[in-house]
Structures are given as structure tokens and as C-alpha cells.
């Protein structure tokens, strides 16, 4: 999905003859201003995956999202937080680099980008920053998988708490009951998820034939899937099994898991306070973890796992076709409520 701005279509709007009635038609029938919502790919990359929009007016014409990709604005009105998007290689292999030492650094300036948000409540804001900077601490040093996996049972267990909370119409919920302090007696496997929950992802919309044109490497880790280890894939003992073989031979790969994860959360955990969806923001990134992480394994089987570079090339790919399309995305989430259906507190 690529948003649009209010000037990006007034600029599209002013084109003539075929190139208008192209751009109108990407434009349309949205419920958001963007091209490319649930279609797959953009409509403009030509056959040899370059933007005909580029090729034919220039960089400037393009809409600002492609010209600034792959850096990530995020304006809350009281402040703007900037980052990289690890859906670019080079992003990845930063994250990757700084896994465990990730900090936002503070300074001054006009905001780069519109308000991303229409909510005016500061202290809900001030709240959520807290929880952020609390679960992201609780994430930090993370380097075994069953650790990870409690971190991820308190964050989904207290997602459902404040989510329950505000459907109530309760305030103030976050400042009376803490992240920091908070406990939970769930222990779902939410990493790594149970092999039920791989199977239904993969027989979403989220794997299509015509990634072997648009996405060659992912297409070749979802061909992995279902060509060479789909008995795997359908086992859950075999699955356990290979999981304790990849991590005592990859020792990086939770560490690694769990910086995915905490980056996941700087970008879209504030994304909750415009949409109140907490409990579907925070599984989500869990989702895409695990998801990364069943790809390192089965790509281990085919070739040495290069890290961190053969993980950033996973990390990329996966993103640019599950983390910019909604409608793959509530698919995901409808997967794993499937398996582990949500108890809203």
C-alpha cells in the first residue's frame, strides 16, 4: 500500500490522456488515498519492476512515500519519531547490526510530515510511550526462544487487558495497571507459534503464484514451504524438533527475533492510539516474527544462514508483501485468533 497526499493527487489530477486515466484508476475506490491497496504490487512497476511513473516524468512526480522511502515519519503532533523502513535490505542489516542497543535519540526541528493521528489526548499518548519504552526493556537481551516467548504471553495478555478496558469506556487504565508490573499465567506457544498457525498463514492471500515475478526470494522461501519441508510444516514434533536444532546451531536467531520485534514496536505500537486496536497491533508484529523466523529455518536447510545478511534479505522481502497490505494482514490475524482465539479482558 502506498499513501498518498493531499498534493499528490492534486498533482496526478492536473495529468492528461492515458497517464490520467491510469492514475485515476489507481486512485479509485478507496477508502484511504493510496495506489495499490490489496492489489498485490504497484500498478505502475513495469515488467522489469522498475516505476514507469519515474521513467516517464522524473523522481519529483512520484508520491512523496516512494521519494522519501526508505525513511519512516511518524507525527503524534507533540512529536514526530523518524526511522528507517526495514522493508529496505540496507534498513534490515542496520536493525540486524544494532540488535539490543536500539535507542531513540531526541532533537529539535519543524515536523517532516502531516499529523498521523486525529486523537487529542495527551496523557493517553504519554501513557502508551511509557508501555512502549516498558515492554521494549523487557524485550532487551532477550537470546533464547522460551524467554521471548513469555515476553510475548505478558504483551499479548496485557494488549487484551487494555483493549478490554477501552471497549468498556474505562480511562486511565494504563497508569493503574503498569506493563512493568504486570503478570500473566497464559503460556501459549506464540513463539515459536504452533505449526497450525504456519499452515493457515501460508493458505492465505499472502502467498500468490505471481510472486515469482514481483517477490523471486520470497516466492523461493514460500516454495521451500511447500515443496521440500511441508511434512515438516505439518508436524508439530517435527517442528519442535527442528526449532531446538536451529537455535542451539544459530544462537543469534531469538536475539534476533526479539530485535525484529522491538523495531516492530517503535514503528506501529503508537499506532494504538489512533485506532485503539491493541490487541490486533501488538500480535501482528508477533505474527511477522514468526513468520521470519520459520523462513531462517527452513532457508538453513538449503544454504548456511549468513547472518546478518541473509536474515536482513528475509527481513525485506517479507515486509514489502505482509506489512503494507491490510487486507493480508487481517488475514494473518484471523489465523492466529483461529488457533489462540483472543480472550478480551
Known amino acids: 500500500m502506498i499513501p498518498l497526499t493531499a498534493e499528490d493527487k492534486s498533482r496526478f489530477k492536473q495529468e492528461r490522456g492515458l497517464l490520467r486515466l491510469s492514475l485515476n484508476g489507481a486512485m479509485s ?25 519515474q521513467l516517464k516524468k522524473g523522481h519529483d512526480f512520484i508520491p512523496e512515500a516512494c521519494r522519501m522511502f526508505p525513511r519512516f515519519y511518524r507525527n503524534y503532533k507533540d512529536f514526530e519519531e523518524h526511522y528507517i523502513d526495514p522493508a529496505c535490505p540496507e534498513a534490515a542489516r542496520l536493525l540486524l547490526e544494532n540488535a539490543g542497543k536500539m535507542t531513540l535519540t531526541g532533537s529539535f526541528g519543524e515536523p517532516l510530515s502531516d499529523p498521523c493521528t486525529t486523537n487529542d489526548d495527551p496523557c493517553l499518548l504519554n501513557d502508551m510511550v511509557r508501555v512502549r519504552t ?6 532487551n537481551g532477550i537470546d533464547d526462544v522460551r524467554t521471548l516467548n513469555r ?20 480511562n486511565n487504565v494504563i497508569s493503574s495497571y503498569p506493563f512493568d508490573s504486570f503478570t500473566t499465567s497464559d503460556d501459549l506457544p506464540l513463539f515459536p507459534m504452533n505449526t497450525g498457525v504456519f499452515r493457515s498463514i501460508m493458505n492465505t492471500s499472502f502467498y500468490h503464484m505471481r510472486l515469482k515475478t514481483t517477490n523471486p526470494f520470497l516466492y523461493k522461501l514460500c516454495r521451500l514451504y511447500f515443496d521440500k519441508h511441508y511434512d515438516l510444516m505439518s ?12 537455535v542451539q546451531k544459530y544462537k543469534e536467531a531469538a536475539g534476533y527475533s526479539a530485535a525484529y520485534y522491538a523495531y516492530y514496536l517503535y514503528l506501529y505500537f503508537l499506532k494504538s492510539y489512533e485506532d485503539y486496536s491493541f490487541l490486533r497491533n501488538a500480535s501482528l508484529g508477533m505474527i511477522h516474527t514468526n513468520m521470519i523466523f520459520m523462513f531462517s529455518l527452513l532457508l538453513s536447510y538449503e544454504e548456511p544462514l549468513l547472518y546478518p545478511d541473509s536474515l ?22 484471523r489465523c492466529l485468533d483461529l488457533e489462540y482465539p483472543n480472550r478480551i479482558s
Open 312 to 333: 536482513a534479505d528475509i527481513i525485506s522481502m517479507y515486509d514489502r508483501r505482509a506489512c503494507f497490505n491490510d487486507e493480508i494482514m487481517d488475514e494473518m490475524y
Open 235 to 246: 508436524s508439530q514434533a517435527a517442528w519442535e524438533s527442528a526449532v531446538s536444532d536451529f
Open 151 to 170: 515476553v510475548f504471553n505478558a504483551i499479548r495478555s496485557y494488549s487484551s487487558l487494555l483493549q478490554g478496558a477501552y471497549l468498556k469506556g474505562e
Open 29 to 53: 475506490s478507496r477508502d484511504i488515498l493510496c495506489f495499490n491497496k490489496g492489489s498485490g504490487s504497484c500498478p505502475f512497476h513495469n515488467r522489469n519492476g522498475l516505476c514507469s511513473l
Open 134 to 139: 516498558a515492554i521494549l526493556e523487557k524485550l
